[in-house]
Structure formats: C-alpha cells, structure tokens
C-alpha cells in the first residue's frame, strides 16, 4: 500500500500537492506516501510568498519557523559563513550546547548532529557526511550506490515513550547519469511525519543538505525523493484545528496563484 505523489517541480508544489492528497484520505493520514521534487533548491526559502505564508502561521500559533526546522537537518547559515569543514566544529562548540536539553545526551532535536557525529562503541563518532564526501571525490570508488546516511539509532531511540525522538529515520544519496549528464540525487525515508508542521521545512532543509553534498563533491544537485511511512495532515492541540488548516491551504493556493501570474 503506498500513495504516489505526482512528480512536483520545487518545494512549494510538493508540499501543497503532497498534503492535499494526505488530507483527503480518511482521518487526514496515510502510508507509505512518495514525493519527488526535481529541483529542491526552487521556492526554497522566505522570499517566496507560500514560504512566507506558512512561516507566519506558525509564527501566530507559537510553532518553530520554516527555517527552523530547516536548520535541524542542515545549518545553512554556518555553511555561508564559515564553509566545509569549519561548519561541524562551529555545530559542535556553539549551536549544540545551546539547544541541548540540560542532562539530556541522546537527542538535541537536530538532525544533522546525528549525520556528523554517529557514535561508536570504540573510538571517535563518524563524520557520515564528510565520510560520503571523500569517497564521492574518490575516483577509484567504482560503488556508486553506496553513500547511506543513518539518522535512526536502536541504542538511542528505543525506548517506551510514543512520541518524541527522530522522525527521520534514513537517507541514501545515489549519482545519476554520466558526463555532464551527472547528478547528485537524494532518497529520505520518514517514520514518521507532520505534513502542516514539518514537511515543508523538511523539504527545504533536505535540499540544502543534498546541496551541501554534491556542492564540496563538484557535482551538479540532482532531485529529491521523501517516503514518509506514515503521513499525517497534522492538528496541533491548542494551536491549530482544521478550520485553521483550510485557511491556510486556501490563503497558500491564492498567493501561488498570484505568484505564477506574475
């Protein structure tokens, strides 16, 4: 059982028609719901007026921002700032402690700690990233499906709790194609996923991940391709009920056609 999204050429469109599709299913959920966008680096960010509308309903019912959640899969501004390697010691020393619950070492709520510091029982945690970076410049690596990415960890995410903890739970980066033809693709597999609260952050932080990727590995960015095992066109108690949801979606549909018009 799975529910195809139709192919979707940026951020904005994946989100909109994933969720439309999501919210028309009995009890606004479903399985195995596939999304492909080809170029996750379009409608990405706030200057588009989608973006912007959804970062302002959850700035009005007190929810972290768009770029937020972006952040926790790939902080784009150290990037900017402070470029490869740089970043992971500047992550490390300066943004880690701050969002780090007191007391609490298994979860900091940041994907991308997970993708740069994988633990091991013996020894230093594994750059995953920088790891797949090397071996992408590799010319002599002839394994051209092999650049997996693990977020999920039995040891730290089983526990009795229903809620909380990583949602995203896998990544596999795969190069299409040959000669000027060759791209760098993404492949990101959710447990679990909010598509009101998180998807379309989560969209735009994966592509600035794959960007990062294939940008230190001199390959051109290719598309983006999210399973979310389960689905769900999310309420927030006390925030956001389903009337607030319809509004939003409408208020997203008129701005987008405003913005194609033009």
Known sequence: MYLPVPPQPDCVSAWREAVRLVNARPGHHDHNVVIDVANPLARADLSDPVVALVDTFFGNHDTKRVETVANTIFPAALYRRYGSPALFERFRDKVLPKVRSPGKKSWSGYYFERMMQLPQPDGEPINQLMEIIGRLKDPSVR????????????????????????????????????????????????????????????????????????????????????????????????????????????????????????
């Open 143 to 262: 394994a051209l499906n092999k650049f997996e990415l693990s977020v999920f960890d039995p040891a730290r995410d089983v526990d009795g709790s229903p809620y909380g903890g990583q949602c995203l739970s896998f990544a596999s980066f795969k190069l299409i194609g040959d000669g000027d033809e060759r791209r760098l693709t993404l492949t990101a597999m959710y447990r679990n996923h909010y598509y009101i609260e998180k998807l379309l952050g989560n969209l735009i932080g994966l592509g600035r991940l794959l960007q990062f990727v294939a940008q230190e590995s001199g390959i051109a960015v290719g598309s983006l391709t999210i399973l979310s095992t389960h689905a769900t066109v999310d309420v927030k108690n006390g925030k956001w009920n389903r009337r607030d949801i319809d509004a939003l979606l409408a208020s997203c549909d008129q701005a987008n056609t405003l913005a194609v018009a033009a």
